[in-house]
């Protein structure tokens, strides 16, 4: 039901930590009221597992149950992103399992849109809030943007650095920097926000060996930068004391991607065509972790996933010609963390006794 003011509440599946720079987009830019999805849990899972046909990839699962929740919380308007794989077709699908469990919602499905042209941006806009003045929404939009940016940047820093501080400062900076993000209502919010996390971090002193263990992380786009799909693996693997690089993310992926053309031209010895939506720039990376001499490599995707199933021989091959260990990760809505800890730390005594044999 919409509020007294016929102003929407939209809501969107939670992902990793970008729904700060989403509901800022909603709120500032399109000024429609957002309701931010709850944090995903057991039972968004649990949710999403139960009216989800039973062989389709987990990001599916997790988008549905957290799409519910929003629903629960009062969103009276869902959006859905359009992508190159199956994804492109879930928005659909999702669409009807929830009329079906008897939601009442307005869907903006982003596959029906053509996302190369400007006109249909301008369309799903008005669609949002045909009152919004277009010149106000660019540079408002373009805040959020930054905001992604600024939040890509700082997580890279931080998995980076946060497992040589024994003092949790790092890591109390991090969270501080995500309520501020959360938080924005205007630029200078968000400016002053990622200037102190800047400081913050400056200011820890790191206990940081003159070797430590690098590990590349790389692998499907949804479970590889949200926590919750991934149990927290990077999280887990900082705490051991290991330099954590993740090349994928949004910004990368999608708003500073000159390099797509080279990165195939880089890898036309390992692949001959494009595999899937991040296939050419999970090889890539993986390579030049290897080329950079970095202690290991970790693959993560979830069950199901054709596009990274069809990496992981690419992969195979990486590992072989550069002798650089890969732990392969699958994960489903029935993992563990005792099962994916056990993994993880074989994974890391065997890098760091090679490492000190080498
Ligand atoms: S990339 Fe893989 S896991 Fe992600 S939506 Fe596509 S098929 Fe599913």
Same mark, same amino acid.
């Given at each position: 039901m919409r509020d007294a003011m016929n102003v929407r509440k939209i809501s969107f599946p939670r992902y990793a930590e970008y729904n700060c720079a989403f509901k800022y987009v909603f709120e500032e830019a399109l000024e429609v009221r957002c309701i931010t999805p709850p944090a995903i849990t057991k039972r968004t899972m649990e949710l999403g597992a139960k009216h989800s046909? /039973?062989?389709?990839?987990t990001p599916f699962k997790i988008t549905l149950g957290s799409m519910i929740e929003a629903l629960e919380a009062g969103a009276d308007t869902l959006m859905m992103v359009h992508g190159l794989c199956r994804l492109g077709y879930y928005g659909e699908l999702q669409e009807q399992i929830l009329h079906d469990l008897g939601y009442h919602f307005d869907f903006i499905n982003l &596959? /029906?849109? !053509?996302? &190369?042209?400007k006109k249909e941006y301008i369309k799903i806009v008005k669609r949002i809030?045909?009152?919004?003045?277009l010149a106000r929404f660019v540079a408002k939009f373009m805040e959020g943007v930054r905001m992604v940016e600024y939040l890509d940047e700082i997580t890279a820093i931080y998995y980076k650095n946060?497992?040589? !501080?024994?003092?949790?400062q790092y890591k109390a900076a991090y969270q501080r920097f995500l309520t501020d993000m959360y938080t924005a209502r205007t630029r200078s919010d968000i400016e002053d926000g990622y200037r102190s996390v800047r400081q913050a971090f400056q200011a820890v002193p790191l206990n940081r060996p003159v070797r430590p263990l690098r590990v590349g992380v790389v692998g499907e786009f949804y479970t590889v930068m949200d926590a919750f799909s991934n149990l927290e693996l990077e999280q887990k693997l900082a705490d051991m004391g290991v330099e954590i690089h993740r090349w994928m993310n949004v910004t990368h992926q999608f708003?500073?991607?000159?390099?797509q053309k080279n990165m195939a031209v880089k890898i036309k010895n390992l692949c001959t065509? /494009?595999?899937?939506?991040?296939a050419t720039a999970n090889i890539w990376y993986a390579k030049e972790c290897a080329e950079r001499g970095f202690d290991g490599l970790v693959h993560i995707k979830s069950a199901g996933c054709t596009p990274e199933i069809d990496v992981m021989p690419v992969l195979q091959t990486i590992s072989r010609d550069y002798k650089i260990p890969v732990l392969y990760l699958t994960y489903d809505s029935q993992s563990s963390d005792v099962g994916m800890m056990t993994r993880l730390e074989a994974f890391y005594d065997m890098i760091h006794m090679r490492k000190k044999v080498l």
């Open positions: 046909p /039973e062989f389709v990839c &596959s /029906e849109y !053509d996302m &190369s042209k809030n045909p009152k919004v003045h946060c497992g040589f !501080d024994p003092t949790g708003l500073h991607n000159h390099g065509y /494009e595999m899937g939506p991040t």
